[in-house]
């Protein structure tokens, strides 16, 4: 456990950091109560415009309200995207996740084509294949 201030602070045992724009990040931390009892802590952090500190905001949901929560929530953003806003493109704001996926499988794909260039035997003019032999390959 860790202490500041001298007040008991629970260890998250699972953390989700979601960054949404340039000034706020939620964080998602699941902690355990000293009898081993667990709960979510949904943190909003904001960073303020004329100083160098943060503007938190935390709300702690515990395990017999889980379902409660995502069924409202759940709730709440399906009426957004469906009475309120059906023609907009929520889908757009998926950038970081398709930008990490994309870059992961972008790195995949190079290491495996190095790897596969170094692993080639260099060809020799009596065992190049023609261009035509290249063709057929494809």
Same mark, same amino acid.
């Given at each position: 456990?860790?202490?500041?201030?001298?007040?008991?602070?629970?260890?998250?045992?699972?953390?989700?950091?979601?960054?949404?724009?340039?000034?706020?990040?939620y964080f998602f931390d699941v902690k355990?109560?000293?009898?081993?009892?667990?709960?979510?802590?949904?943190?909003?952090?904001?960073?303020?415009?004329?100083?160098?500190?943060?503007?938190?905001?935390?709300?702690?949901?515990?395990?017999?309200?889980?379902?409660?929560?995502?069924? %409202?929530?759940?709730?709440?953003?399906?009426?957004?995207?469906?009475?309120?806003?059906p023609d907009f493109n929520f889908d757009?704001?998926?950038?970081?996740?398709?930008?990490?996926?994309?870059?992961?499988?972008?790195?995949?794909?190079?290491?495996?084509?190095?790897? %596969?260039?170094?692993?080639?035997?260099?060809?020799?003019?009596?065992?190049?294949?023609?261009?035509?032999?290249?063709?057929?390959?494809?």
């Amino acid at each position: 456990m860790a202490y500041d201030n001298n007040e008991k602070k629970m260890e998250s045992i699972y953390s989700k950091r979601i960054r949404a724009g340039k000034r706020r990040t939620y964080f998602f931390d699941v902690k355990a109560t000293r009898a081993n009892d667990y709960y979510l802590t949904i943190t909003e952090s904001r960073k303020r415009f004329n100083d160098n500190g943060y503007d938190r905001h935390k709300i702690f949901l515990y395990k017999e309200d889980f379902n409660k929560f995502i069924k %409202a929530l759940g709730e709440a953003i399906d009426y957004v995207k469906t009475e309120l806003m059906p023609d907009f493109n929520f889908d757009a704001y998926n950038h970081d996740e398709v930008a990490v996926e994309q870059e992961t499988t972008e790195a995949v794909a190079a290491d495996a084509e190095a790897e %596969a260039e170094a692993q080639a035997p260099a060809p020799s003019e009596n065992n190049a294949p023609s261009s035509q032999e290249e063709v057929d390959k494809w």
